[in-house]
C-alpha cells in the first residue's frame, strides 16, 4: 500500500475549513433543469407565484441559475459547527473483508441528534422562516429523517412546526415520531381527515399506507389556511440541493488533502437531496471539462423513478396542488408498496439530478431491498455503525464496485455518502432477520397507472 498507510481512519476538516458558500452546479450546467410551471396556465413560476407557498428567500435560492457560489449566513456556519465538518472515512476493516485491492470512502452523515445529513438544510429553511418573522412552517417527511432535522432546527429558532409523516412510517417508526414530538412538533399521519385533500385521498384509496407526494399535498393545504405560515420541502427542490452541498465541498476538500482523486462517486437516490448534495462539486468538474468521474446514483427497485421512470412535467404531489416538475417520474399517483422499508420512497426525482442524468453526467441503478440489508448488516459487522437504509442503497453498490475491483486487481477509489444512522429503523432490521422480507419490483402494468396520469399537454410528449 506504501504511502496509503498515511492516510487516516478518518480525515478531519477544521472548523475554519467549513465551507462559507453553497455551490449552486446550474451555474455551470449548460442545459439548465426546465423550469417550475404553473398548472393552471403552463407557465413559469415567477417569485410572486411562489411568495404564498415558500419563504422570501429560498424564492430566491430556488430560481438562481446564475451565481455558482452562495453565501452561506453566519448564524447557519455557527449552527453547523456543532456537527460540521464531518468526517470522511476510509472504510479499511470493509476493504480487508471483501480482500479488494479497491479504496472506500465514505462521508459519515450521522454525528448529530436528527442522525442524517437533513439538518444541513432544515437549519437553513427555519432560519429563512425566521428572518422573514414567521410563525411556524409545515412539511412533510417519509421515513422520518427530514422531520426530525426540521422540528430540532424549528426547536432551535422557536418555530411551530407540523409535520405530515407517510402513515407506513408513522407506523412503522414510532421512535422517530416521538423525537419530533419531543422537539415540539405536531405529528399526523398521512393522509389524514384534517385536510381536505386528505379526505379526497383516502375516498380514492381507502386503506392506502400514503406516499410522500400525499403528504406533500397535505403540508402544503396546512400552510395555505394558516397565517404566518409556510411550507419546508426536505429534498428535490433546487434549494434543498444547494444547502446539502456542504457535503460535497467537505467531501472534496478532504480528498485534496492527502491528494486523493476519487474514481467513483456513489449516492443513494430518493428525492435527491442527498445525492445531489455529494456530487455537485464533482459534477461541477465534469461540466467544466476539468475532471471526469463515474457517478452512481442508487435507488430502490420498487420505487424506480430514474430507471424506469419518464422524463417529463409532472406534479410533484399526488393532490395535485403544487407546481409541475419535469423530472424522472413514476407518476404522481404512484404510491410505493407497504413492503418497502426504508426511505427514498418518492415518485420523481430533483430537476437538477434528472437533468444530469439525462445529459449522461451521472448513471442511476437500482438494487432489492434484501440485497440492499445485506449489504448494511455486512457493513455494520465490520465498520461500527449502523447504516440508515437509505444510505445501505449506496452501500450496495460501493460493495459491488469493490468486488469487481477484487475481480480485475484494479485499485479503483471508491466514495459513497452514508447519510444517517438506521437505529430508529429496527422494525425493518427484524423483518430481515427474522427472514420476513421480501423484495418488490413493480411490473409494467403496475406502474402504468402512474404514466396515464401524468399531465398531457403540447411539449410534455414522452
Same mark, same amino acid.
Given at each position: $500500500?506504501?504511502?496509503?498507510?498515511?492516510?487516516?481512519?478518518?480525515? /478531519? +476538516?477544521?472548523?475554519?475549513?467549513?465551507?462559507?458558500?453553497?455551490?449552486?452546479?446550474? !451555474?455551470?450546467?449548460?442545459?439548465?433543469?426546465?423550469?417550475?410551471?404553473?398548472?393552471?396556465?403552463?407557465?413559469? $413560476?415567477?417569485?410572486?407565484?411562489?411568495?404564498?407557498?415558500?419563504?422570501?428567500?429560498?424564492?430566491?435560492?430556488?430560481?438562481?441559475?446564475?451565481?455558482?457560489?452562495?453565501? #452561506?449566513?453566519?448564524?447557519?456556519?455557527?449552527?453547523?459547527? $456543532?456537527?460540521?465538518?464531518?468526517?470522511? @472515512?476510509?472504510?479499511?476493516?470493509?476493504?480487508?473483508?471483501?480482500?479488494?485491492? &479497491?479504496?472506500?470512502?465514505?462521508?459519515?452523515?450521522?454525528?448529530?441528534?436528527?442522525?442524517? =445529513?437533513?439538518?444541513?438544510?432544515?437549519?437553513?429553511? &427555519?432560519?429563512?422562516?425566521?428572518?422573514?418573522?414567521?410563525?411556524?412552517?409545515?412539511?412533510?417527511?417519509?421515513?422520518?429523517?427530514?422531520?426530525?432535522? +426540521?422540528?430540532?432546527?424549528?426547536?432551535?429558532?422557536?418555530?411551530?412546526?407540523?409535520?405530515?409523516?407517510?402513515?407506513?412510517? /408513522?407506523?412503522?417508526?414510532?421512535?422517530?415520531?416521538?423525537?419530533?414530538?419531543?422537539?415540539?412538533?405536531?405529528?399526523?399521519?398521512?393522509?389524514?381527515?384534517?385536510?381536505?385533500?386528505?379526505?379526497?385521498?383516502?375516498?380514492?384509496?381507502?386503506?392506502?399506507?400514503?406516499?410522500?407526494?400525499? &403528504? #406533500?399535498?397535505?403540508?402544503?393545504?396546512?400552510?395555505?389556511?394558516?397565517?404566518?405560515?409556510?411550507?419546508?420541502?426536505?429534498?428535490?427542490?433546487?434549494?434543498?440541493?444547494? =444547502?446539502?452541498? @456542504? #457535503? %460535497?465541498?467537505?467531501?472534496?476538500?478532504?480528498?485534496?488533502? /492527502?491528494?486523493?482523486?476519487?474514481?467513483?462517486?456513489?449516492?443513494?437516490? %430518493?428525492?435527491?437531496?442527498?445525492?445531489?448534495?455529494?456530487?455537485?462539486?464533482? !459534477?461541477?468538474?465534469?461540466?467544466?471539462?476539468?475532471?471526469?468521474?463515474?457517478?452512481?446514483?442508487?435507488?430502490?427497485?420498487?420505487?424506480?423513478?430514474?430507471?424506469?421512470?419518464?422524463? !417529463?412535467?409532472?406534479?410533484?404531489?399526488? %393532490?395535485?396542488?403544487?407546481?409541475?416538475?419535469?423530472? /424522472?417520474?413514476?407518476?404522481?399517483?404512484? *404510491?410505493?408498496?407497504?413492503?418497502?422499508?426504508?426511505?427514498?420512497?418518492? =415518485?420523481?426525482?430533483?430537476?437538477?439530478?434528472?437533468?444530469?442524468?439525462?445529459?449522461? #453526467?451521472?448513471?442511476?441503478?437500482? @438494487?432489492?431491498?434484501?440485497?440492499?440489508?445485506?449489504?448494511?448488516?455486512?457493513?455494520?459487522?465490520?465498520?461500527?455503525?449502523?447504516?440508515?437504509?437509505?444510505?445501505?442503497?449506496?452501500?450496495? @453498490?460501493?460493495?459491488?464496485?469493490?468486488?469487481?475491483?477484487?475481480?480485475?486487481?484494479?485499485?479503483?477509489?471508491?466514495?459513497?455518502?452514508?447519510?444517517?444512522?438506521?437505529?430508529?429503523?429496527?422494525?425493518?432490521?427484524?423483518?430481515?432477520?427474522?427472514?420476513?422480507?421480501?423484495?418488490?419490483?413493480?411490473?409494467?402494468?403496475?406502474?402504468?397507472?402512474?404514466?396515464?396520469? *401524468?399531465?398531457?399537454?403540447?411539449?410534455?410528449?414522452?
Amino acid at each position: $500500500m506504501g504511502s496509503e498507510k498515511k492516510i487516516p481512519y478518518k480525515i /478531519y +476538516l477544521n472548523e475554519d475549513e467549513l465551507p462559507k458558500s453553497w455551490y449552486n452546479v446550474r !451555474a455551470d450546467m449548460k442545459n439548465k433543469p426546465a423550469p417550475l410551471l404553473n398548472p393552471a396556465t403552463l407557465k413559469p $413560476m415567477t417569485a410572486d407565484d411562489l411568495k404564498a407557498v415558500f419563504c422570501d428567500e429560498l424564492i430566491a435560492q430556488e430560481l438562481d441559475e446564475t451565481n455558482a457560489y452562495i453565501p #452561506i449566513p453566519e448564524e447557519i456556519v455557527d449552527f453547523y459547527k $456543532m456537527y460540521r465538518p464531518s468526517p470522511l @472515512v476510509r472504510a479499511y476493516c470493509l476493504e480487508k473483508k471483501l480482500q479488494t485491492p &479497491a479504496k472506500i470512502y465514505y462521508k459519515f452523515e450521522g454525528n448529530n441528534t436528527s442522525g442524517s =445529513h437533513k439538518l444541513n438544510s432544515a437549519i437553513a429553511q &427555519a432560519y429563512y422562516a425566521k428572518k422573514q418573522g414567521l410563525k411556524g412552517v409545515t412539511t412533510e417527511t417519509g421515513a422520518g429523517q427530514w422531520g426530525t432535522a +426540521l422540528s430540532m432546527a424549528c426547536s432551535y429558532f422557536g418555530l411551530d412546526c407540523q409535520v405530515y409523516m407517510v402513515k407506513v412510517s /408513522y407506523e412503522q417508526k414510532p421512535f422517530r415520531r416521538e423525537v419530533m414530538r419531543t422537539y415540539g412538533a405536531k405529528v399526523t399521519p398521512s393522509p389524514s381527515t384534517t385536510t381536505e385533500v386528505g379526505k379526497k385521498i383516502l375516498a380514492e384509496h381507502p386503506g392506502t399506507t400514503g406516499s410522500l407526494g400525499c &403528504a #406533500i399535498s397535505e403540508a402544503v393545504e396546512a400552510e395555505s389556511r394558516q397565517e404566518g405560515y409556510r411550507y419546508v420541502l426536505g429534498s428535490v427542490l433546487n434549494q434543498v440541493l444547494l =444547502h446539502q452541498t @456542504v #457535503i %460535497g465541498l467537505e467531501t472534496k476538500a478532504a480528498l485534496e488533502k /492527502y491528494d486523493i482523486v476519487p474514481d467513483i462517486i456513489i449516492g443513494c437516490a %430518493g428525492g435527491g437531496s442527498n445525492l445531489g448534495g455529494l456530487i455537485s462539486p464533482f !459534477a461541477g468538474e465534469m461540466l467544466r471539462g476539468e475532471h471526469d468521474y463515474q457517478i452512481i446514483a442508487v435507488e430502490p427497485a420498487s420505487c424506480p423513478s430514474l430507471t424506469r421512470g419518464v422524463f !417529463a412535467y409532472d406534479f410533484c404531489d399526488t %393532490g395535485k396542488v403544487c407546481p409541475l416538475a419535469k423530472m /424522472y417520474t413514476l407518476g404522481s399517483g404512484f *404510491i410505493p408498496s407497504a413492503n418497502h422499508a426504508g426511505g427514498l420512497r418518492y =415518485h420523481g426525482m430533483s430537476p437538477v439530478v434528472s437533468q444530469l442524468y439525462h445529459d449522461g #453526467i451521472i448513471e442511476a441503478r437500482s @438494487v432489492e431491498q434484501t440485497s440492499v440489508f445485506e449489504a448494511a448488516e455486512q457493513f455494520a459487522r465490520v465498520e461500527g455503525i449502523l447504516p440508515a437504509p437509505e444510505s445501505s442503497h449506496a452501500i450496495r @453498490v460501493a460493495i459491488d464496485e469493490a468486488l469487481k475491483c477484487k475481480e480485475t486487481g484494479e485499485e479503483k477509489t471508491i466514495v459513497f455518502g452514508l447519510t444517517g444512522t438506521g437505529y430508529f429503523d429496527m422494525v425493518a432490521y427484524e423483518k430481515f432477520n427474522n427472514g420476513e422480507m421480501t423484495d418488490y419490483i413493480p411490473t409494467d402494468e403496475d406502474l402504468k397507472p402512474g404514466f396515464d396520469g *401524468i399531465p398531457k399537454f403540447p411539449g410534455n410528449e414522452f
